[in-house]
């Protein structure tokens, strides 16, 4: 119960905080949906469902959203896999910023996208799926909104959400789930046409960059209780040095080199009862990445993959690439200057998340 009064506060907070001036809408919805396993161990929970509500405050391409979850999944008291005994999921109450863009555009109707990213509150954690009570919430919808009135739009939406704490607290499996959504969206003052700048000037720009990203981890192999019995953190990091190339006032790519440094190799080895050095935790992959910018956020998403291992004694996930998504902001003379966070995925399983800072020159 205090756990859910602390968010209702947090919540409270976060509408006088997030957002200057009067909102451009309000957009009350309902949704439901079903969980997705990520492996078959877990398929039993693609029988039970979620449905909830969430309420979105917008400005303009921005926005801050307010959701509660009631999973059926709470119903089961106690499963059993492999030998262990865990508790139920629980109810999920959520507070995410959004960012969101039209694919397509008319008077009467348009074809949207929305890009979500905050925090959730379990009412039960401890469970296979959830280690903390606090987790990371990352989604992303797509759908019509329709013009109902000059005041009123029906946004119609396909969403998958996932919720998860990056692996700093174990069992941290997740939560996925596939769902959909309505709403009804209220401007109070009519709807505020935006204004474009398509027709502005735009000079396309090509940099290189830095970047440094610091992590930590617990690891997945000592939860099958294979490592020694020591401290379960492990330190994750990941150097970068690349090239950028804005080639659109909402679009970048990026390409680059990562150099990696993880901690958890040590306790592969000690697993094999073969000798270390720090140079076995090392790792060189080539990365590239896409982001899709609103001002001086940016969505990214990319890939990479392994060039060099500094030891044949890996994590059990791992993979020969990774994945790599999360938010940054720009900053500084020219926005040359950015800071984000950024989750390193190994197929289904999170390695580490990236706080991450950088320079381009």
Known sequence: ???????ILLCFIGFGSIGQGQPSYYEPSIKIGH??????????????HQYG???????????????YTHNTLDSVIYYTHEGNRYGPVGHCF????????????????SFDFDILYGADLWTRHGNEMLGSA???????????????????????????????????FLPDNGINSHLVRMGLRYYPNRRQELTTDENEPFQKKNNWFVSEGI????????????LPNETPYFLG??????????????FRWNAAMDFLWTGETRYCHDLEGAAYNGWNSTHLAASADFEVLFGRFAFSAGMAYYLYHGSKYLPE???PYFERVGYKMYFGKANRMFIGTLMKIHLNSIDYIEWTYGIEF
């Open 1 to 7: 119960m205090k756990g859910r009064c602390l968010l």
């Open 35 to 48: 969980y997705t396993p990520f492996s078959p161990k877990h398929k039993y929970i693609a029988d039970y």
């Open 53 to 67: 509500l969430q309420f979105n405050v917008g400005w303009n391409n921005y926005g801050l959203m307010v959701g």
């Open 94 to 109: 959520s507070l995410v910023g959004y960012v969101n863009e039209s694919f397509y555009k008319s008077r009467y109707w």
């Open 134 to 168: 606090f987790n990371f919430h990352v989604s992303f919808d797509i759908g019509p909104t329709i013009r109902l009135s000059e005041q009123i739009d029906l946004t119609l939406r396909y969403l998958y959400y996932h919720s998860s704490n990056g692996a700093t």
């Open 215 to 226: 992590g930590f981890l617990q690891t997945y192999t000592r939860l099958e209780g294979q």
């Open 237 to 250: 990091n990941t150097l970068r040095f690349g090239f950028t190339r804005q080639f659109h006032r909402r």
């Open 317 to 319: 996930f791992y993979t």
